[in-house]
């Protein structure tokens, strides 16, 4: 595959918002040269050191410190004695005859319904919720029952009851896992806070399979991910019945847990029957989601750090520290990505380790050019964009007037310097996003996820580079022979990711389905990291034939953010749409336009730009796009972005290179030597390389 000359091009072409000539030279000489350190929400700059008397009294906040609601007492339901002896008949069914179905051995095993613990899980659930609600729930609960119960099939689309919204993220985590282990024939899902209950179409599935006693209990036995545990299936002779157990845990749990079949115990030789043992995978057991008794006994932890990296990818980073930490990379959550050829601060959170067990390796990581520090414990993870910003320090060496300008080159720097601190930059997302100088750039992979192509999404992740390292042998052996396991003898170890889907791919196969099983090896973020970055060059080209099309005036048709400090989430009563009067009037500066980034909840400008959005759907052949993925749970909502941004607290220096203490400040500069170290603050999610295309006039 040749590199995408192509894309290369589109970025380049992209159009500036100054007039001014510009200059050239060399920005990441070495990773020393570009600098970057995250701005937290209070403003402060995340490598200064915290005080130990803050990191020291740090205390994790309760989960169930919650005022609770009084108890329900559910005999009292008009409708609740045949539901609830029906649905918590359930719910005591293995609180007899136990041993078939869960092993305690030397293990733990979990015991449904007999234990104080339980009964307190149960209670959970009214205990959170008002008496109606509560009513309601076990209402609603009884009629999927009943309803499965008379065979009657549930008609798309499915039946949903709201729990209404619970802000606490602790508190909404203990009642979606309440609400689980209480009615496992149904699901809860999270909705902006909002907490939603569907039935669990898998565990109607199951019983067709095996008895609802089974799948009672196997669903609550899956939920509760109690450490070291392992759930037993009733003894069956049918080998071919067996099989489809097992096909149907491994298609539906595959990445949570595993299954064996062992002979039944205490049973003569002769017997041919077989019990089938589910058990978690190790990775799943120890990080699975948090379970209901975790929250209660404070022992979900986070552990907040500042990552220093040096000339490292950041998804490497993590992955690298999840290695060591014996966790996976989606115990890690952070508010930005951050470069790779560059030093680079930021806060990173990892859940369910100790800050002693993350100082153990400090040593360790260091050898890849990583550092941790300001490590204390915190409330909760991060989510992105819950940042101010990023300051930068940069250096741009060898200055140099454009090819044919005779100008003095001092006054050139200072020139674009000054327009780009008044007017500011295009606010294009950088070509870092998209994996500049790779042959297979991240929006192909997004575009073809988008379009559920998951086989060709795998082959574009796994396309090698003209190179002979180990990772691009391994690549290329893979895109040859679609040999998974052989492939992962040759990935390096430290190729986390990619290990990741190679081993799913040797689980399931090189088929559709297969490879969808295999991005289910990615955490969340980064599955929808690749569909970003399709919407984020979109956007780029949006943004570059707006401003071709109209230039900085403010048009009828524009789409605008009324709000003074400009999110990219504004609520849709903010984006104002830009009349012909207002448009005449000059109501309006190009700084509040905004652009969408593509998505299910945007609205287009009307304009020749909307216009332009059509088109491009219609190129790449997602007219009919939702801009959602079922397969792989993902949603992409949209957003808006300003057109302009500016540089905040800037301030440079001239210099000669090599020598930062000599002052070039006199009338005799050796300008072939000239080196800029430049300075500023950015918004978050916006590109110091854009902004410095924006000065030089050339792509950096």
């Known amino acids: ?323 060591k930490l014996g966790v996976i990379p989606s115990d890690f959550s952070y508010a930005g990505l951050k470069d790779k050829k560059a030093v680079t601060y930021q806060t990173i959170v990892v859940r369910k380790v100790t800050p002693e067990r993350l100082k153990n390796i400090e040593k360790e990581i260091k050898k890849k050019r990583m550092n941790v520090f300001n490590i204390r414990c915190v409330g909760d993870s991060l989510r992105l964009g819950q940042l101010k910003g990023n300051h930068f320090d940069i250096v741009i060496r060898n200055l140099k007037n454009k090819i044919n300008d005779s100008a003095a080159l001092k006054e050139r720097v200072l020139e674009a310097i000054e327009n780009v601190k008044i007017k500011g930059f295009v606010n294009y997302y950088g070509p870092q996003r998209f994996g500049k100088g790779r042959k297979v750039h991240t929006d192909q992979i997004g575009l073809a996820l988008l379009k559920n192509e998951m086989m060709k999404a795998v082959k574009l992740f796994l396309t090698p580079e003209d190179l002979d390292d180990p990772v691009n042998i391994a690549k290329k052996h893979f895109l040859q022979t679609e040999d998974a396991k052989g492939t992962l003898s040759l990935m390096p170890e430290f190729k986390v990711r990619e290990r990741a889907l190679l081993e799913s791919l040797h689980r399931f196969g090189m088929t559709e389905e297969g490879c969808i099983q295999a991005w289910f090896s990615f955490p969340h973020s980064m599955r929808i990291f690749y569909i970003h970055a399709y919407t984020s060059r979109v956007w780029n080209e949006a943004a570059s034939y707006r401003l071709a099309t109209y230039g900085a005036k403010v048009v009828e048709g524009d789409l605008v953010c009324l709000d003074e400090v400009v999110d990219e989430r504004p609520p849709s009563d903010k984006i104002h749409l830009v009349t012909e009067e207002e448009e005449a009037a000059n109501t309006y500066a190009i700084h509040q336009v905004v652009l969408p980034v593509l998505g299910y909840n945007i609205q287009f400008p009307k304009n020749k730009v909307g216009q332009w959005y059509h088109e491009v759907l219609s190129r790449d052949e997602l007219q009919t796009c939702r801009f959602k993925v079922p397969n792989l749970k993902l949603n992409i909502p949209g957003c808006y972005r300003q057109i302009v941004k500016h540089p905040h607290n800037l301030s440079y220096q001239l210099m000669r290179d090599h020598d930062p203490h000599i002052s070039t400040a006199g009338p005799h500069v050796d300008e072939a030597a000239l080196s800029l170290l430049i300075s500023f603050d950015l918004d978050a999610s916006c590109y110091a390389t854009v902004c410095l295309r924006e000065m030089m006039k050339h792509d950096v």
């Open 1 to 323: 595959m040749e590199e995408d000359t192509d894309y290369t091009i589109r970025f380049n072409s992209l159009c500036f918002i100054n007039e001014h000539v510009g200059f050239q030279g060399n920005i990441k000489n070495s990773p020393g040269d570009f600098i970057v350190i995250e701005i937290d929400e209070q403003g402060q700059l995340v490598n200064k050191a915290i005080d130990e008397t803050v990191l020291v009294n740090k205390i994790l906040p309760e989960p169930n410190d919650f005022a609770k609601k009084p108890k329900l007492n559910l005999q009292n339901f008009s409708f609740e004695e045949r539901s609830n002896q029906e649905v918590n008949s359930l719910a005591r069914c293995s609180s007899g005859d136990q041993n078939h179905q869960l092993d305690s051995g030397k293990e733990d095993h979990i015991n449904d319904g007999t234990s104080k613990c339980e009964e307190e899980k149960a209670d959970v659930v009214s205990s959170f919720l008002d008496e109606k609600t509560n009513e309601l729930l076990n209402h609603f609960a009884y009629n999927i029952k009943e309803k499965w119960n008379s065979k009657t099939e549930l008609i798309e689309p499915f039946p949903e009851f709201s729990l209404g919204r619970v802000l606490d993220k602790n508190q909404r985590a203990i009642l979606h896992s309440a609400v689980r282990q209480k009615f496992p024939f149904l699901i809860t899902v999270g909705k902006n806070s909002e907490v939603i209950v569907k039935p669990n179409l898998e565990y109607k599935e199951l019983c067709h399979l095996v008895s609802e006693e089974e799948a009672f209990s196997f669903f609550k036995y899956l939920d509760a991910k109690k450490e070291n545990s392992k759930f037993t299936f009733k003894p069956n002779a049918n080998k071919d019945h067996r099989k489809a157990v097992h096909h149907f845990v491994n298609k539906k749990f595959g990445n949570l847990v595993e299954t064996k079949s062992f002979p039944e115990q205490n049973c003569g030789a002769n017997s041919p029957n077989l019990v089938i043992t589910v058990r978690f995978r190790e990775k799943a057991r120890k990080h699975g989601r948090r379970s209901f008794l975790e929250c209660q006994e404070g022992k979900v932890i986070y552990t907040a750090f500042t990552l220093q990296k040096e000339n490292l990818e950041m998804f490497e980073a993590l992955g690298f520290l999840a290695l």
